[in-house]
């Protein structure tokens, strides 16, 4: 979590508008293609800096896929994103008082979409950069053992340790995140993916 120094290695987050973290559990329809599966963007409706503070993907095998495959998964950043991708997803975006780490918290103005459709979200304006910022995949098997109880495998983790000195993901106005699975699924996939995100909404961000 973004954060500013007390003295000594305490830190305490950043003072703004507020601080906010969804979790999801998606199931991926049929036949899904490389596209994207969430977003997160700065719409700038309120001035404000969005800092991302924690991107968690993790991926449960419950059933046979159509075939073995390595489900490969990336986060890569998005600028110039004036149109959000609005076609094939819907908003779940926090509601008015919802999704705060406290109560008194301003509302989130950051705008965040899933996909609901086999193609992924589409339709945005936007200059996608060439490489990931995260990347991982899990090789799912083409047969699921009788026994149970297998843990989630982590894809990634973006959880910036910046009380360390690393600087995290600030964007600015029409800036965002994409979180894309990079090859089709199968027609039958197999999975379950979990998802968490967590930022803040700040005026001004420290550094350059």
Same mark, same amino acid.
């Given at each position: 979590?973004?954060?500013?120094?007390?003295?000594?290695?305490i830190?305490?987050?950043?003072? &703004?508008?507020?601080?906010?973290?969804?979790? =999801?559990?998606? $199931?991926?329809?049929?036949?899904?293609?490389?596209?994207?599966?969430?977003?997160?963007?700065?719409?700038?409706?309120? &001035?404000?800096?969005? $800092?991302? +503070?924690?991107?968690?993907?993790?991926?449960?095998?419950?059933?046979?896929?159509?075939a073995?495959? +390595?489900?490969?998964?990336?986060?890569?950043?998005?600028?110039?994103?004036? %149109?959000?991708d609005?076609?094939?997803? %819907?908003?779940?975006?926090?509601?008015?008082g919802?999704?705060?780490? =406290?109560?008194?918290?301003? #509302?989130?103005?950051? +705008?965040?979409?899933?996909?609901?459709?086999?193609?992924?979200?589409?339709?945005?304006?936007?200059?996608?950069?060439? #490489?990931f910022?995260?990347? &991982? &995949?899990?090789f799912?098997?083409?047969?699921v053992?009788?026994?149970?109880?297998f843990?989630?495998?982590?894809?990634? #983790?973006?959880?910036?340790?910046?009380?360390?000195? +690393?600087?995290?993901?600030v964007?600015?106005?029409?800036e965002?995140?994409?979180?894309?699975?990079?090859n089709a699924?199968g027609?039958?996939?197999?999975?379950?993916?979990?998802f968490e995100?967590?930022?803040?909404e700040?005026?001004?961000y420290?550094?350059?």
């Amino acid at each position: 979590m973004a954060g500013e120094s007390l003295g000594g290695s305490i830190s305490v987050p950043l003072r &703004g508008k507020g601080h906010y973290r969804i979790a =999801r559990r998606f $199931v991926p329809a049929g036949t899904t293609l490389a596209g994207i599966l969430w977003t997160l963007r700065n719409p700038n409706n309120s &001035g404000m800096l969005v $800092v991302v +503070e924690r991107a968690n993907l993790r991926l449960v095998q419950l059933a046979a896929p159509t075939a073995a495959i +390595e489900d490969q998964f990336n986060l890569t950043f998005a600028r110039s994103y004036t %149109v959000a991708d609005t076609t094939g997803s %819907v908003s779940i975006a926090p509601a008015a008082g919802q999704q705060k780490l =406290r109560t008194n918290m301003g #509302d989130a103005t950051a +705008e965040v979409r899933e996909s609901n459709v086999a193609a992924g979200a589409s339709g945005g304006t936007k200059t996608i950069d060439t #490489d990931f910022m995260l990347v &991982g &995949g899990v090789f799912v098997s083409a047969a699921v053992a009788a026994t149970g109880g297998f843990p989630a495998a982590e894809i990634f #983790d973006y959880n910036p340790p910046v009380g360390n000195g +690393e600087y995290p993901i600030v964007l600015d106005a029409n800036e965002g995140i994409l979180i894309r699975n990079a090859n089709a699924l199968g027609a039958a996939s197999g999975i379950i993916l979990y998802f968490e995100l967590e930022w803040s909404e700040i005026a001004a961000y420290p550094g350059v």
